[in-house]
């Protein structure tokens, strides 16, 4: 290996926190500015391999490959110049072989190549946060295992707050009320010659038919939060106006476009990096797949605002749409119904 | 509704005007710097649902669902800090229930929510236009008729200017001589099963057919202004050498690359937004599906350019090229054919 | 022609320098900054029509159109401010009519129109490269010919350096160690009944098969270099822990998302302008389809880098995945195995 032989960094000096990984859209409690200096953040990230409903009303499913047992896997917050270090636990129940590259890091195939775990086996890694930024972190076992762990959901997101936190084009503070997480996922579920959405028995049943369906690059589902209309009814976000979200989005295979209808982005982190000024008064902006960006917004007026990926077939169809609920005044200025629907006057 | 019992909000003593809209590439006469305050600009937006040609070629048709008439719908143009009053028109002829989702706007769905209108009826919205940028509208009537509605051709494009007009990054003001509003439209129209489109009676006929079809993501047409060859021949746009051309591309669903063959962005808004500074020199552009985008550009060269998306198979087998026809002086400094073709010399 | 009668430009003052041309991922000799002024590089680029294996593994093989005998064609590199003189030479061995487009260029499609050489001709163009950046160049003789040529491997790069070389956000310098130049094409093999890629006995044999395909828009192979593999074992990148990389992406016909596994663009021209403050610390970003962008970074660590398009689907299954080998020591400051895997602990 290449890491051997390297002389070994003494962090003993550094404070050490665990961070309470929690599942999406939620994020774990965090500071938006640092009030220590560097730290060793421990995370634990279990390993589920498990059985998911994708869609209720077609009753599709997919074993999913998951971190934490949700898709995407929990985020993990730190701050530039933290040091994070994961143990990486794949369960004796698991059928398969697991391994993480964060996106976050640097070398090692994003610690891909030192992480490799079979069923019963634990590793520990630590890597230094020197980019800020949102970025993806995902399951890279090796060859076509790639992007079937990976489209059967094993992925999620590593945020880097710069020590000071956000800023806007001018130097100035921005802080948020709240973050929401939001992982887009691309499913190839395979279909029998009904058009049925085909069953198996475990955990990578489904592999040379999903490697076939992953081949002709047209997703059967695109959601969020791992099944359609997670992110809707019991499950949909919450704000109130005045209250500023980020919003976090991490697509790590498929390229997507967040729009927050009803919404703007007031300030924008499109390709995730906190080294860069925010964009400014964005309607719809674009999350490359793998990569995870950042969106910033006060809301402004009560009511229902749906979140979606703008190609609307894939909102609509393939699943790709999630809800803010938001209370408070409704402001006239802003917008207002002058006459309501009825006859033609002229 | 979020809007009852909202404070009432006067704006009696703003100036009003009605803003006459045309079909597009045609812009609305406006004033690139606002020699006013914030007025009221009052539009009307009259649907038309038409039988039009999507391909003399082929003799494929869609059953578009429009505003206006036309595909996209007609530009709206105003400044920063107006109101914008539409007086949304669904005539008695039509067959469906549309509204419209304005992206500049902000609440109720982009004003969806409150302009829901059957056939016979009109509706007043009134939206302040707080970012300044390039934005889209389009109907959004629910569920699966969302996708569907902007699928047959139901989006246009508002402007939002500076109330002082464009500025580069150094906050010198850009103008131009003219705009160009090219609507981009992704077309997924059904066949039978010898490879023929298939056609349909009346408006919404093909919804089943439709909508397996636009599951698949990939388009049968990509077009500029509703049909192949729009913007070429008799269509195609004009411009003079040292002109500066404002190039407004929206596409409502799908992700674009706007290249103009031979020429440039000089500045370039690629999400549309206004308040940010221009990026420069760009040969070709990212227009996020959802959204528009605006490039300018002053002409060097007489001759014919090709403005198309630079996926070349959309932009040449799927429909999406048009043409500017520029006159003028050709300048050898920039380009010269310093020998004709002829036998290989050496 | 647009060029007739226009007045006649004498560079006969300018220094001339030849430029060689050398298969791609590398690049031609050159300055970062221009020790002289503006000069004028001539250039001979030499079109091949061949036989190209794009798959051992399948046997999957193109009849390839190119530039120089590769996909993609040669880089060519010089300053803002030259002029590149280009003799494109079509032997009398080849069968079919090309020209070459250069989006670097101003006027007649970018030198399109004004190079269409039949089989053993010759014709000599000359432009001035105006605009800093790196940019697509390519084939498009016309009609369905455009994209069948660029979907054959007929494109390549043209690199235009400021006169003074690249600067961050800040303007201070930035220069880099080696450049490597990573084309990415699209094919699309047409296939029989039975999944079997089809073979031909002569370039353009696949003309109706090919169009047929692409108009499905989802390509059967997605490679850097031309084939599967080509840019990894005995073709894989070299560098050394400290050295800084500039990686040139093209991408001629369909946006790409390059991601370095393990490593970051410390700084970034997405869009590929040059005269642009450069973006930085990017995870994955993002290379719009007709367009070539750039990415600079700063090897930290020792090992194997796949340096892929991130959606893993195109870059495992579809070939999109090249590596760097680097060398030199390892850091566990940046990164550590603290515990190798091995049975669960707790
Ligand atoms: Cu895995
Ligand atoms: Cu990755
Ligand atoms: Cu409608
Ligand atoms: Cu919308
Ligand atoms: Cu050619
Ligand atoms: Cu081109
Ligand atoms: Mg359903
Ligand atoms: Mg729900
Ligand atoms: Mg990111
Ligand atoms: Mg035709
Ligand atoms: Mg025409
Ligand atoms: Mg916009
Ligand atoms: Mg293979
Ligand atoms: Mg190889
Ligand atoms: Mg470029």
New interface residues.
């Given amino acids: 290996s290449?890491?051997?032989d390297?002389?070994?960094?003494d962090l003993s000096h550094l404070p050490r926190v665990t961070q309470e990984l929690v599942a999406p859209p939620f994020v774990p409690a965090h500071e938006q500015v640092a009030s220590t200096g560097p730290r060793v953040v421990e995370v634990r990230l279990e390993i589920e391999e498990k059985l998911m409903v994708v869609d209720e009303d077609t009753g599709a499913e997919v074993w999913a490959l998951t971190y934490g047992g949700s898709v995407p896997g929990p985020m993990i917050v730190c701050h530039e110049g933290d040091y994070v270090?994961v143990?990486l636990?794949n369960?004796?129940t698991s059928v398969m072989e697991h391994n993480v590259?964060f996106?976050?890091?640097?070398?090692?195939?994003?610690?891909?190549?030192?992480?490799?775990?079979?069923p019963?086996?634990?590793?520990?890694?630590?890597?230094?946060a020197?980019?800020?930024?949102t970025?993806?972190y995902h399951c890279?076992p090796g060859?076509?295992m790639?992007?079937y762990h990976?489209?059967h959901g094993m992925n999620g997101a590593v945020m880097v707050l710069p020590r000071d936190g956000l800023k806007d084009g001018e130097g100035n503070p921005l802080s948020y009320d709240k973050v929401v997480y939001i992982g887009e996922q691309d499913y190839y579920l395979p279909m029998d010659d009904d058009g049925n959405y085909k069953t198996y028995e475990f955990a990578g049943g489904d592999y040379s038919d999903s490697?076939a369906a992953?081949?002709?690059?047209?997703p059967t589902h695109v959601v969020f939060n791992g099944a359609v209309g997670a992110l809707t009814g019991e499950g949909a976000l919450k704000a109130k106006v005045g209250e500023t979200v980020l919003m976090v989005h991490t697509q790590?295979?498929?390229?997507s476009?967040p729009?927050l209808?009803?919404?703007?982005a007031d300030f924008?982190w499109?390709?995730?990096?906190?080294?860069?000024a925010p964009?400014?008064?964005?309607?719809?902006?674009?999350i490359?797949?793998?990569?995870?960006g950042a969106a910033m917004y006060t809301f402004?007026?009560?009511?229902?605002?749906?979140y979606v990926t703008?190609?609307?077939?894939?909102?609509?169809?393939?699943g790709a749409t999630g809800h803010f609920v938001v209370e408070g005044?409704?402001?006239?200025?802003?917008?207002?119904?002058?006459?309501?629907?009825?006859?033609?006057?002229t």
């Fill in positions: 290449v890491t051997v390297a002389p070994e960094v270090e143990t636990v369960p004796p590259d996106h976050a890091s640097t070398g090692a195939l994003g610690g891909g190549g030192l992480t490799h775990v079979y019963g086996e634990e590793v520990v890694l630590r890597w230094k020197t980019k800020p930024g970025f993806v890279a060859g076509e790639i992007p990976i489209c490697l992953m081949r002709g690059l047209v790590a295979n498929r390229d476009r729009h209808i009803g919404g703007h924008l499109e390709g995730g990096s906190f080294s860069d964009m400014t008064g964005f309607e719809t902006w674009f490359r797949g793998g990569a995870a402004k007026q009560p009511g229902v605002y749906a703008h190609n609307l077939i894939e909102a609509v169809l393939l005044q409704w402001d006239n200025d802003l917008m207002a119904q002058l006459k309501e629907p009825g006859p033609i006057s």
